[in-house]
């Protein structure tokens, strides 16, 4: 079910996807569009709103975002892991992801490639360095645009460990009375 | 207390580091050791197992790592949620970190830098590339020893959310069975 949201100023998309979830990255050139999923990533910076991630070189993806320079990271929930898995272990050189698993492609603010209506939050990124591209498939992208459900306020995100398990994101919990001030902040 | 350990093969530390759990880094040159804590992390490769991280030029622990170019990713568990708090918020310019919150500094197998031996899992890891250190803070470490507790399979590791929040693990959900084989393996 497509979900209703709410803009997130860029520089607290740390709040999502520090914590490690699995993300579904969907791409598109003029011929196709696609989706993949994720999960080396990391924040790299504020503002800009960076986030760097490894997308091997073998998948479909890859040659798309090269060539185009955006993607969006969609952030999944615990509902969506049939999904998951299924994007994860098919390639789009042979199906249409977005058909073959029911998911609904959205109209972007500021990028082109399509965001997942279903997933929790959605990351449009523009790609901002390719230095380590050629040597570790790593790509350094720009968060341009974010938007995240109006509910509930912790998802249950998908963290992968290895061998087809996941973890589940558990419970919440605060320890503000022991941080200085000037590192409080970009929360959820 | 300390933690019984086992040797863990380095290409699995994925299974550990990649669903984003906040990690304390130690380090040590010839004058002083000190610890910090760390969550903008992401794995690279399995072989060499490679994780790429920011540390912040404003650290303490950036000018060690940096000249030494060795470090210890620590794995804390809830139960540290306090100290690794209190690490994240006062200075190893200040303070001898080990004391001050009464973790025991063990001897690593590969590095200069000690293990913290109350770690649910400790990976060892020397600098592989620093070409991005300049301009992001981001070095790439190629991890090369890692052992990792006898028990709990599943940690209930601490990932952070932002303003002095954390998300615990929660439950293991496996989806193996819809899995192409050639991608499983590497699991705890």
């Given at each position: 079910m497509a979900r209703a949201k709410v803009d997130l100023p860029v520089h607290r998309i740390r709040a999502y996807l520090e914590p490690g979830p699995i993300v579904l990255v969907s791409s598109a050139d003029k011929d196709s569009r696609n989706i993949m999923t994720m999960g080396w990533h990391t924040v790299m910076e504020f503002s800009p709103s960076l986030v760097g991630c490894v997308i091997a070189g073998g998948n479909h993806s890859f040659d798309i975002i090269r060539a185009t320079g955006e993607c969006v990271l969609n952030l999944p929930t615990s509902d969506l892991i049939d999904q998951v898995v299924g994007i994860g272990n098919t390639s789009g050189a042979d199906i249409d992801k977005f058909a073959e698993f029911g998911l609904t492609a959205e109209e972007s603010e500021k990028v082109a490639p399509p965001r997942i209506?279903?997933?929790?939050a959605n990351f449009e990124c523009r790609l901002h360095d390719d230095v380590l591209v050629d040597r570790y498939n790593f790509f350094i992208f720009e968060v341009v645009n974010a938007v995240v459900a109006k509910s509930p306020k912790n998802p249950e995100t998908l963290h992968y460990t290895g061998d087809g398990e996941f973890v589940l994101a558990g419970k919440t919990v605060s320890r503000r009375r022991l941080f200085r001030p000037g590192l409080l902040g970009n929360g959820r």
């Open positions: 209506a279903e997933c929790y």
